[in-house]
């Protein structure tokens, strides 16, 4: 049964480049959810998407897009990238509310020069 | 406002030795959920256990254990016998439950670092 897979494993973009990270959900889950993890920090919430809309969102600009398709798969789009979104950007599924838990993915790793 | 606090943020043990990872949070919510996650150097968030705010009883899985204490918001795991295969970052994290959605917050996370 395959986990969460997130497309590319690394990235190098040039400051202000965009950037488009892909998540392919656990089966059977259907609400995907993005995080930013700095080094050495905990993840922070991007946002969440259920039914192809966003869900919620955390305190991100409006630079951090994304996209959730009919299969449940979604994407994270970075426009006018800044050195400080260099990251592990980290992509979870789950069933519903996810009150039960999230299964994550092993993340991109985004460098931005 | 919602925060999970994790003071410690490097912990480092000799096999076999008992460890607490500790944990602290914030919320209004009578509603919540509490989770611990473990992240290896592969970047991975391994899910480790969730506990409902209504369910105040302990948990012990193997070696893992769980102490939840409302009384003073509390999350507390302890890996008893610990080995070297526990070296990671543990995070703690909260969910509440009455939002449009459920995003985690993650405290800073402990790194642990088990030597032989």
């Known amino acids: 049964d395959a986990g969460v897979t997130q497309s590319p494993t690394h990235l190098i973009k040039t400051r202000g480049q965009q950037v488009t990270l892909r998540c392919s959900p656990k089966?059977?889950?259907?609400?995907v959810s993005w995080y930013q993890q700095a080094l050495g920090q905990g993840p922070q919430f991007i946002f969440q998407?259920?039914?192809?809309?966003?869900?919620q969102r955390g305190n991100f600009p409006d630079r951090f897009s994304g996209h959730q398709f009919p299969n449940y798969s979604s994407e994270l789009n970075v426009n006018a990238l800044l050195l400080g979104d260099s990251a592990l950007y980290l992509c979870a599924s789950s069933s519903g509310q996810g009150i039960y838990g999230y299964t994550f993915g092993s993340g991109t790793r985004l460098t931005v020069v | 406002a919602q925060k999970v606090t994790q003071a410690q943020t490097e912990i480092s043990v000799v096999e076999k030795e008992d460890v607490t990872l500790d944990c602290v949070y914030e919320t209004r919510d009578t509603t919540y959920y509490l989770f611990w996650y473990k992240q290896p150097p592969s970047g991975e968030l391994v899910f480790l256990i969730r506990?409902?705010?209504?369910?105040?009883q302990n948990e012990i899985s193997g070696r893992y254990s769980w102490n939840f204490q409302k009384s003073t918001s509390s999350f507390n795991f302890t890996i008893t016998a610990s080995q070297v295969v526990d070296s990671a970052v543990y995070f703690c994290?909260?969910?509440?439950?009455?939002?449009?959605?459920?995003?985690?917050?993650f405290g800073k996370g402990t790194t642990l670092s088990v030597s032989s």
């Open positions: 506990r409902n705010s209504f369910d105040e």
């Open positions: 994290a909260l969910s509440e439950a009455n939002q449009a959605g459920t995003a985690l917050i």
């Open positions: 998407y259920y039914e192809e809309e966003e869900r």
């Open positions: 089966s059977g889950h259907d609400t």
